[in-house]
């Protein structure tokens, strides 16, 4: 995993990989953070301060995330439909929390070419600021699900069988050029 040189936010734990479930409540850790920086930087009006966030956060997105995101659409979601009773409910659990993915994925082309802008030292358009309130919205609301709802029911399904699975699974995409892996296949729609 291309680990981001900045001190903003830690980088990933790796040792946490054998815990597939732990690394990705972890990575929700993170990903607060990355939302608070978002937020501080939408309101920063000064030029080189904001280009340098807005780099760190561009590349962060555009690899932790989308990573973080696709592993748990094409991994996780797939292996909780397989071994979920229908009395556990998950496809409304999982209604919601692909709820506020789409809308975050929705916005974020939007969020992108504002962070572009504001790493060129351009000024965003003028909704940029909404647009991430909404976009960090989306996204905590999606963090709040999973935590809640989404890795309680995968502790409790899943088995060590498919903590394997997921685990390699999560390996291979944190492996060199995971995160340039995940940017291309344009998890948010670039
Ligand atoms: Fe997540």
Known sequence: ???PRNPMIEPADLRLLSAPLDFLEAEHYRFRAFLAHLERMA???RVARRAATARFLLDFLLGDIARHLAE???ALFPLLRERCQAADGIDRILGLVEGERARARDLSLAVIAGLRECASRCAPEAGFAA???T???AMRRHIDWENAL????ARKRLT?????RLAADMATRCGAGGDSVAARQGYFGE
């Not at 989404?150 to 029911?153: A, G, N, T």
């Not at 060590?160 to 394997?164: E, F, K, R, V």
């Open 135 to 137: 976009f960090i919205g």
């Open 150 to 153: 989404v890795l309680p029911l």
């Open 43 to 45: 309101a920063d009006h």
């Open 1 to 3: 995993m291309r680990a």
């Open 131 to 133: 647009i991430v309130a």
């Open 160 to 164: 060590s069988g498919d903590l394997a």
């Open 72 to 74: 748990e659409a094409e």
